[in-house]
């Protein structure tokens, strides 16, 4: 009696990401590189909040109701330090700011490859959405908000 040979299993997953991944990774991209370069050019506001006035929005509401800054406080002038590569201000500014940046800019270099090259990134990125890393986010920022009241300077 012959044995018999195994068979090859089928892939399932495409080798290169279909043309609607590839749209989608180029306006990741270029949302990111849109929210660095503003972040960039705006400049950082020495209070460690407001900065986000500088592109016509007003000031945070939050902080002026009740004298305490919002979940968010500091998370432009954040970006903004972290654009002058100044990373060790931009995380006394507000800690989950500057992480956000550098996951931002993270998240151009990646997406621009999935959208120049079609590369599949998801089977490698796919534990970003799994509810213990979205819990963990959710804490850092908890904890980061915690970090600005407690250093709140509202001058």
């Known amino acids: 009696m012959e044995a018999a040979i195994p068979s090859r299993p089928e892939r399932t997953t495409p080798l290169r990401a279909h043309p609607g991944e590839r749209m989608l990774a180029g306006a990741i991209a270029l949302g990111s590189l849109t ?6 050019w705006l ?7 407001g900065t986000h006035t500088q ?3 007003p000031p945070c509401s939050w902080a002026i109701w009740f004298d305490k800054p919002c979940l968010t406080c500091g998370m432009t002038t954040a970006f903004s ?3 002058e590569g100044r990373w060790i201000t931009a995380f006394l500014t507000q800690p989950a700011g500057a992480i956000l940046s550098l996951m931002t800019a993270t998240a151009f270099w990646l997406a621009a490859h999935v959208a120049l090259t079609g590369s599949r990134l998801s089977p490698m990125t796919a534990w970003l959405i799994r509810p213990r890393t979205v ?3 959710i804490g850092g920022l908890l904890l980061a908000w915690v970090y600005k009241i407690l250093s709140w300077n509202p001058v």
């Open 81 to 83: 330090y972290s654009g």
């Open 55 to 57: 592109i016509g929005l």
């Open 35 to 40: 929210v660095l370069t503003i972040a960039a």
């Open 43 to 49: 400049n950082p506001s020495e209070r460690g909040h």
């Open 135 to 137: 819990a963990i986010l």
